[in-house]
T-cell receptor
Framework: NAGVTQTPKFRILKIGQSMTLQCTQDMNHNYMYWYRQDPGMGLKLIYYSVGAGITDKGEVPNGYNVSRSTTEDFPLRLELAAPSQTSVYFC?????????????FGDGTRLSIL | QKEVEQNSGPLSVPEGAIASLNCTYSDRVSQSFFWYRQYSGKSPELIMSIYSNGDKEDGRFTAQLNKASQYVSLLIRDSQPSDSATYLCAVNIRGGADGLTFGKGTHLIIQP
């Protein structure tokens, strides 16, 4: 039982490049989230999804896009990477009840934009 | 407007003592409160969840919630060096997205 799996673990991008961060879960949770964490800071919500085909913006969505075609997968796409997007990205899942339920995190993707 | 506040620390506690971590939040109608532990370079790991006023105990950990004061705390008894980590307080903030709002975390150091 893998839980929440994120790939890649590390990536260096050049300014203006694009990439997709992958997130897959086997917990059968409807709720999925993408957060970013900058050094010394808490996590900030980028996008979330309450089920397949449904996504919505979080606190810091600019420069990102998501899709949710299946319950298991919730990829995050960066278009035109900028240095401000250098961060650690965490994918998380939550059970029914959304924000009232604890969230379970993947190991993260460490992304540097140079 | 800061919605979830924590003292960033570092908080230094001798081994075997009680570590007390505090968190305040701005939304009076928040209903769900979580403590996560995050080791350096790792992902957040759920330690405790609490939904009602009062204390909730799980092993060496006790979460305390006071909704009237908008205050939630985490006590760690018999602190061990392995407890050294950053502790994140997370709250569901009404009016925002469906995710949690996190504090910046308190860096806890247990001195052997």
């Amino acid at each position: 039982n893998a839980g929440v799996t994120q790939t890649p673990k590390f990536r260096i991008l050049k300014i203006g490049q694009s990439m997709t961060l992958q997130c897959t879960q086997d917990m059968n949770h409807n709720y999925m989230y993408w957060y970013r964490q900058d050094p010394g800071m808490g996590l900030k919500l980028i996008y979330y999804s309450v089920g397949a085909g449904i996504t919505d913006k979080g606190e810091v969505p600019n420069g990102y896009n998501v899709s949710r075609s299946t319950t298991e997968d919730f990829p995050l796409r960066l278009e035109l990477a900028a240095p401000s997007q250098t961060s650690v990205y965490f994918c998380a899942t939550g059970g029914e009840g959304g924000r009232n339920q604890p969230q379970h995190f993947g190991d993260g993707t460490r992304l540097s934009i140079l | 407007q800061k919605e979830v506040e924590q003292n960033s620390g570092p908080l230094s506690v001798p081994e075997g003592a009680i570590a007390s971590l505090n968190c305040t939040y701005s939304d009076r109608v928040s209903q769900s409160f979580f403590w996560y532990r995050q080791y350096s370079g790792k992902s957040p790991e759920l330690i405790m969840s609490i939904y009602s006023n009062g204390d909730k105990e799980d092993g060496r950990f006790t979460a305390q919630l006071n909704k009237a004061s908008q205050y939630v705390s985490l006590l760690i008894r018999d602190s061990q060096p392995s407890d050294s980590a950053t502790y994140l307080c997370a709250v569901n903030i009404r009016g925002g997205a469906d995710g949690l709002t996190f504090g910046k975390g308190t860096h806890l150091i247990i001195q052997p």
